[in-house]
């Protein structure tokens, strides 16, 4: 297969977009195709729906180039050889498990158009056995193709760099030509040399979310540890540096505070438990509902420190919140502890102001009832205290001595440990870090 194959990308979200960008910019044509048509139109016009830094740039080069289209008719995708699925698998809203219409419709709104020999390569995170299944219904719908599945393991902040320089590359296939496909379609990476797992489908599925419940388990042992260090007087950022310099155990994603959100880590290990129980493997897993819980549970801890360092009643407080996303250089609200937090403090009668560097359009679009601040100090502007609760360079840079004249109290809560302690306590701030007894 020469380099001038045709893809798809089904469903162009987050995952989608930047898919179809990075493909296009290894010279590929690519087809994006979404129902919603005002996110086309978006898309056509090389803009983002969302925030994601450098693929703004990039999307715009490659609409410029003509490589890069997108539409919302799926006829359009009749002459592509390779199809990627790329749509959302929410959680469920009746129970833990992940919602697979739109997988399981993308699949079906492809099938009448695949041409011979086409592959359709899911990108989507599902439930193990998921892809047998649709592989078993796209051979009764085309059985002209074949299906395999490559879990992608982007980091919002910094997707472009994740699918061009990814730190492996997994397929999960049922025979030798998908496989060839697929290196085909990722020679350039592999040319870096990319490591390449080839597995069989179930394989597949279940390495994205092993890998994001082993990431969820190991936030919420730091914050497990954070509370033992405040009940005995310990720092926990000094412990995560000891233990992080053990490689065996790493000091990436060991930094207590409260806890993982966002749209993957918290549905996928939801998730996960689901489907353990339904193939009778339910005692696996049981640890990952702890996981869950310790996670929450990081969000009510600083819920109960506001109220100590305040009062039981918060309704005669203004409390400034620093970060609405559920982590920095993303626009992403979606189960945002930060975002959390606010909410259930404004609904015990706080004045709560949020300001994010990104976030604010999507987090008023899903708590109209919040108060925003355009900027830093309109935020903290009267404000019996400030939470640090997204670790936004914005925020670790910002000068203590100037934002002490703004409020009213100088009281902080870093609910990330990201600030510099001494530097805000040298200014006269009363300052309270999770797990870092005072």
């Known amino acids: ?45 090389g803009e983002l729906p969302f925030y994601e830094p450098g693929l703004d740039t990039l999307l715009a080069q490659e609409i410029r180039t003509g490589r890069l289209t997108f539409t919302t008719d799926f006829s359009a995708i009749a002459d592509a050889d390779i199809h990627f699925i790329c749509v959302g698998t929410p959680q469920s809203k009746d129970g833990l498990a992940a919602d697979l219409t739109y997988v399981k419709s993308a699949v079906t709104a ?27 219904e796209l051979a ?79 936030i919420s042992f730091i914050n497990a540890m954070a509370e033992v260090c405040e009940a005995a007087g310990g720092d926990v950022t000094v412990l995560a540096k000891a233990i992080g310099y053990d490689p065996r155990i790493g000091s ?5 505070g409260i806890g993982f ?24 897993l049981e640890f990952l509902r702890e996981i869950d819980a310790i996670n929450l549970r990081a969000r009510q801890r600083v819920i109960d420190v506001v109220r100590s360092d305040l009062s039981e009643d918060l ?16 626009d992403d609200v979606r189960d945002s502890p930060a975002l959390d937090i606010a909410v259930q403090l404004h609904a015990a009668g706080a004045t ?8 604010i359009e999507p987090a008023r679009k899903r708590f109209p009832t919040l108060t925003f601040a355009e900027s830093v100090s309109d935020c903290v502007r009267g404000a019996d205290l400030i939470l640090h609760l997204t670790e936004w360079k914005e925020y670790r840079d910002l000068d203590p001595l100037v934002i002490g004249k703004l409020v009213k109290n100088k009281m902080i809560i870093d609910g990330r440990n990201a600030l510099d302690r001494e530097l805000w306590r040298s200014a006269g701030w009363k300052f309270h870090a999770l797990g870092r007894s005072d």
Request: aromatic share 6%; with cysteine; hydrophobic share 45%.
């Open 1 to 45: 297969m020469s380099m001038k194959s045709t893809l798809s990308v089904i469903g162009c979200g987050y995952l989608g977009a930047t898919h179809a960008a990075c493909m296009s910019s290894l010279g590929f044509t690519v087809i994006g195709v979404d129902t919603d048509p005002v996110k086309v139109a978006m898309l056509s016009r």
């Open 110 to 136: 492809v099938a009448p158009h695949l041409k011979e020999g086409a592959l359709v390569v899911g990108k989507s995170t599902v439930p193990v056995g998921t892809a047998q299944s649709l592989r078993e």
């Open 140 to 218: 009764q719908l085309a059985p002209q193709a074949d299906l395999a599945w490559n879990p992608e393991f982007l980091r919002e902040g910094f997707a472009v760099e994740d699918t061009l320089t990814p730190n492996r590359l997994v397929v999960g296939v049922a025979n030798d030509r998908a496989e060839q496909i697929l290196k085909d379609v990722y020679a350039p990476i592999l040319a870096l040399g990319t490591p390449w797992i080839r597995a069989d489908l179930p394989t597949a599925e279940l390495v994205k979310v092993a890998a994001n419940s082993f990431l969820a388990t190991k």
């Open 252 to 256: 990436r994603f060991l930094q207590a």
């Open 261 to 284: 959100g966002g749209g993957c880590l918290p549905k996928d290990i939801r998730a996960f438990m689901a489907r353990a129980e339904e193939l009778g493997a339910k005692q696996a």
């Open 315 to 330: 309704t005669q407080y203004t409390i400034a919140v620093l970060g609405a996303t559920f982590k920095p250089d993303s």
């Open 352 to 359: 709560v102001v949020v300001h994010d560097p990104k976030g």
